[in-house]
């Protein structure tokens, strides 16, 4: 069913998760059912056997009248028959412990006509078959009109071939008489082969509805309400409803129900739903904050920017839901193996059964041949396999959604296990992104106070839009000193600003500024050097025309960068940063956060071709970055990860989005990469080791050494088992540490 186009991401996977609980409560009935019917069936089957067991003379025949058939079966060669049966573990069970048991408890029941009981026994089991197992026939017979076989096939062919022999031997006993052979029945094996491989379906739907829990969280994250103001009220209206421009207002505790800006008040919001980071961020006029998240301290309002699909939020959640219906490129290799393995398995089911039955003396092995046969079918089912790697990539990328990690897919997921060498920008991934002051220098003998330098400083710089001249003016606003209003400003390229502020005249710029209005800067040239050895941009002050003092600006690098590249150096990585930004000060860079190689001062095709070169080399690149000239190498790296809080054209081109902003997520994504791929190799192997193994003791190969044979009962109870710890084995993944 196709969604609605008007439907937001959250209204689909509400349906989503309706759909899967449904799914689970449907098969949850169907298993309880099936297993409550093969109990019974079990307990109608042990007189109908008992009377098989000791000759079935004639309908209405009953165990007490039929001791003399026993001499005559075997006289028609049946003793190796039934050491057969007693061969069976579970059905040698049954008979020693189940049957005087029962008929102690229920001795009615033995006195039952056992035709009855069979003509029940036969409706209870065609009953399940038609409502409970009716999904494998019809899947089975559509894979089968597209001439394709699955595991549907082998659970349809293992029980319908038991099914149909039961059927024919309830219907026509002297066909088998005739010929010695005693018309034994498995219906009570079809029955608890179809509730137990349901029970295995339970468990697999009950995962899958565990592992979309992050997404259910983040769902649950959208308030109902808003309280907007319109017309100068307070309304509070339904979410939705919100429109955009509309001012919201936020009190303290309360989650943000949009996206938007501040535009009054302040406050520290808890982000760490949608990022993973643990400390509440501070916001201030001008600030975006994230529909979802949470108000911790003051009220603010905010303008409405993003509603509805196009919400952080509801972007997070489309791509976590894209990305766990995705498929990791080895699921490929597990359907093709899949696509001959059920062709090889009925061939084999098909040997089996011609192998038991020219090996009796007479037909004496028929039903022996009839039920290793099934079993082969029934052990053979490859569910494991099949959800070897879609419940891995599933619980993975749900695992990194708590972390602040967005995989966009298993693809994404199985490439970043093989990276060897991440590059990284600099700007805004490296470093923080945004020029602050970090150094004041003042001259010796300046005649200026260092508080009147910066605010002189500051006021000339707030008519410019230069990066440099931005984080001067934040720089001193932060620090609480005044401002005055320039009287006159200009703007000289290249070497920095001139004007005139409270009545002085005023230069802030580099040496060759200086040098035109014959300012010496000698005094500072030793301290403004070793700043700009460090990464530093020193800008000289001078008030009417005496060198007061010197502003150094840099982009200071994050605070978990040099974490992030420690762990990466750990895992056996390669770093390189790659940067349109000029040598020095990338080589500066470089040296504190401790990057392995600089690429700098290129273009953004340089960058895609640096990535190329890299790759001709046979490494597999990771990118990293988060501005629109990141975007193209991100596209050209085998794996692309963008920091979530650059732009969106970045973030659309990774493969996997930073929501922190943190390039500790770097390391983790490829960790979580390396142990899901572990996960997805550690449940194919025991997948295949499980069917390699099963196979040939389900067809008797333990029979000749040590008088041992599996019945269907326990091939479907075993089959089941090994669905389930392919699903316990991919949940393990929820526990791995990305710290």
């Not at 059920?342 to 022996?368: D, E, K, N, Q």
């Not at 089912?381 to 070897?388: D, F, Q």
């Not at 992030?564 to 504190?592: F, P, Y």
Request: proline residues 4%; aromatic residues 6%.
């Amino acid at each position: 069913e196709l969604a609605s186009p008007d439907q937001t991401a959250f209204d689909e996977q509400e349906a989503q998760d309706e759909a899967q609980e449904g799914e689970f409560r449907e098969l949850r009935l169907k298993a309880v059912v099936s297993l409550v019917a093969a109990a019974l069936g079990m307990i109608i089957s042990m007189p109908v056997m008992g009377w098989i067991a000791v000759g079935r003379m004639a309908a209405g025949t009953g165990r007490g009248e039929a001791a003399g058939a026993a001499e005559a079966l075997g006289a028609a060669g049946l003793e190796g028959h039934a050491a057969t049966r007693a061969a069976d573990p579970f059905m040698r069970w049954s008979h020693e412990v189940i049957d005087p048991w029962l008929e102690g408890v229920f001795p009615s029941l033995y006195r039952i006509d056992p035709q009855i009981l069979l003509y029940a026994l036969l409706a209870l089991t065609l009953g399940i078959m038609a409502w409970a197992g009716r999904h494998f026939y019809t899947r089975a017979w559509a894979a089968f009109r597209h001439h394709a076989a699955d595991m549907n096939t082998l659970v349809a062919v293992g029980t319908g071939a038991a099914f149909l022999f039961s059927l024919f031997a309830t219907f026509f006993p002297d066909f088998f008489l005739a010929r010695g052979v005693n018309p034994d029945v498995y219906y009570e094996a079809v029955l608890f082969i179809v509730a137990l491989i349901l029970v295995g379906n339970m468990f697999e739907a009950r995962a899958k509805r565990q592992t979309s829990r992050a997404l259910r969280k983040l769902v649950d994250l959208q308030p109902a309400t808003a309280r907007v103001v319109r017309d100068g009220q307070e309304l509070e209206v339904p979410a939705e409803e919100v429109t955009h421009g509309d001012v919201v207002l936020v009190r303290p505790g309360e989650r943000i129900p949009v996206d938007g800006e501040v535009v009054h008040g302040a406050s520290a919001v808890d982000e760490s739903m949608l990022t993973g980071e643990s400390l509440p961020v501070e916001k201030s006029v001008g600030d975006d904050v994230i529909g979802g998240t949470i108000n911790r301290t003051g009220a603010f309002r905010i303008t409405a920017t993003k509603l509805g699909g196009d919400s952080m939020l509801a972007q997070i959640v489309r791509l976590m839901r894209d990305a766990q219906g995705s498929r990791a490129p080895i699921q490929r290799l597990v359907d093709r193996v899949t696509g001959v393995f059920v062709p090889v398995v009925i061939s084999l089911a098909i040997a089996t059964f011609v192998v038991w039955y020219v090996a009796a003396p007479g037909a004496a092995l028929l039903i022996p041949a009839v039920a290793a046969s099934v079993a082969v079918l029934i052990i053979a089912c490859p569910c494991a396999m099949g959800l070897a790697v879609p419940t891995a990539v599933m619980v993975s990328t749900g695992r990194g959604a708590e972390a602040g990690i967005l995989i966009k897919g298993g693809e994404a997921l199985q490439r970043a296990r093989d990276v060897g060498t991440v590059v990284l920008d600099k700007t805004g991934t490296v470093t923080e992104g945004r020029p602050a002051v970090t150094d004041i220098v003042m001259a010796p003998e300046s005649g200026v106070g260092e508080d009147r330098m910066l605010a002189l400083a500051a006021s000339l710089e707030a008519s410019s839009e230069h990066p440099l001249a931005e984080a001067i003016v934040r720089y001193v606003d932060e620090r609480g000193i005044g401002r005055f209003i320039a009287e006159s400003f200009d703007s000289v390229t290249g070497r920095g600003a001139m004007g005139v502020v409270d009545g002085s005249a005023l230069l802030i710029g580099n040496e060759r500024l200086m040098a035109d209005w014959a300012t010496d800067v000698e005094p500072l040239r030793a301290v403004a050097d070793e700043l700009a050895e460090r990464g530093r941009t020193p800008m000289y002050v001078a008030v009417d025309g005496r060198l007061t003092g010197a502003i150094a600006v840099a982009d200071p690098i994050k605070a978990s960068s040099r974490e992030a590249i420690r762990r990466m150096h750990r895992m056996g990585l390669d770093v390189v940063m790659l940067t349109g930004d000029n040598r020095r000060t990338a080589d500066a860079v470089a040296r504190e956060a401790g990057i392995d190689r600089v690429v700098a001062e290129v273009l953004p095709e340089g960058k895609v071709e640096e990535v190329r070169r890299l790759q001709e080399l046979g490494q597999v690149v990771a990118m990293v970055g988060d501005g629109i000239n990141d975007a193209p190498a991100l596209a050209q790296a085998d794996v692309g990860i963008a920091i979530g809080t650059g732009t969106d054209i970045a973030a659309e081109a990774g493969d996997v989005v930073l929501m922190r902003g943190d390039l500790r997520g770097v390391p983790s994504a490829i960790h979580l990469s390396r142990q899901t791929l572990r996960t997805m190799k550690q449940n194919l192997f025991w997948a295949f080791v499980y069917n390699t193994l099963g196979i040939p003791i389900a067809a008797g190969i333990l029979y000749p050494a040590f008088g041992l044979l599996l019945s269907p009962i326990l091939a479907s109870a075993a089959m089941a088992f090994s669905s389930v710890s392919v699903v316990t084995n991919s949940l393990r993944l929820r526990t791995v540490r990305l710290t």
